[in-house]
């Protein structure tokens, strides 16, 4: 089955850790993107990558990191700068030829 | 400045009480305006596309619409298992980031 896994399901941390969150695709997508979700509050844009070698920071980068060495994958580091990293984070990928993204299943984070 | 506003919040209904969902934007070129359904604890699942004023698309009890301003999801005759949070997005013709909503969570009781 085609489509986009994210682990693992459920993450905990102690605060000044840093962790890192999975994203593979098997879609063939060409540009992924990492969300984060909190109650209340629309998905807003961590990073996103249009190629492999290549991201943008999007509306809210700071205290994350990310790499896309491979076009299938696109983890997510978690660092300890980032001020309130607890929230769910969503990873989405979209294929060149439309605006359509698919979600994962997601990540819940706890950093306590 | 690009922006995109749900409303309600929250809706509760009667199983077979239709009802709509707006979704208000404001955005210079738009590329698509795009609904997800999302259940507790899990990624949103993709609904519909659409691209232009005066368009409209349906799947099973769901029925979207476009406007120059707003987007209405359409839910008839409603069943529990419709009970989830819907999330409306547009793309801008600036580049290929989608601008969410907080979402309407929708509650079907049977």
């Known amino acids: 089955d085609g489509g986009i896994t994210q682990s693992p399901k459920y993450l905990f941390r102690k605060e000044g850790q840093n962790v890192t969150l999975s994203c593979e695709q098997n879609?063939?997508?060409?540009?992924m993107y990492w969300y984060r979700q909190d109650p209340g509050q629309g998905l807003r844009l961590i990073y996103y990558?249009?190629?492999?070698?290549?991201?943008q920071k999007g509306d809210i980068a700071e205290g994350y990191s990310v790499s896309r060495e491979k076009k299938e994958s696109f983890p997510l580091t978690v660092t300890s700068a980032q001020k309130n990293p607890t929230a769910f984070y969503l990873c989405?990928?979209?294929?060149?030829?439309?605006?359509?993204?698919?979600f994962g299943p997601g990540t819940r984070l706890t950093v306590t | 400045e690009d922006q995109v506003t749900q409303s309600p919040e929250a809706l509760r209904l009667q199983e077979g009480e239709s009802s709509s969902l707006n979704c208000s934007y404001t955005?210079?070129?738009?590329?698509?305006l795009f609904w997800y359904r999302q259940d507790p604890g899990k990624g949103p699942e993709f609904l519909f596309t659409?691209?232009?004023a005066g368009e409209e698309k349906e799947k099973e009890r769901l029925k979207a619409t476009l406007t120059k301003k707003e987007s209405f999801l359409h839910i008839t005759a409603p069943k529990p298992e419709d009970s989830a949070t819907y999330l409306c997005?547009?793309?801008?013709?600036?580049?290929?980031?989608?601008?969410f909503g907080a979402g309407t969570t929708v509650t079907v009781r049977a």
């Open positions: 659409l691209y232009s």
């Open positions: 997005a547009f793309a801008s013709s600036n580049d290929y980031k989608l601008s």
């Open positions: 955005v210079s070129g738009l590329r698509g």
């Open positions: 879609l063939n997508h060409d540009a």
């Open positions: 990558s249009q190629i492999v070698n290549d991201f």
């Open positions: 989405a990928s979209r294929d060149f030829r439309s605006y359509e993204q698919y």
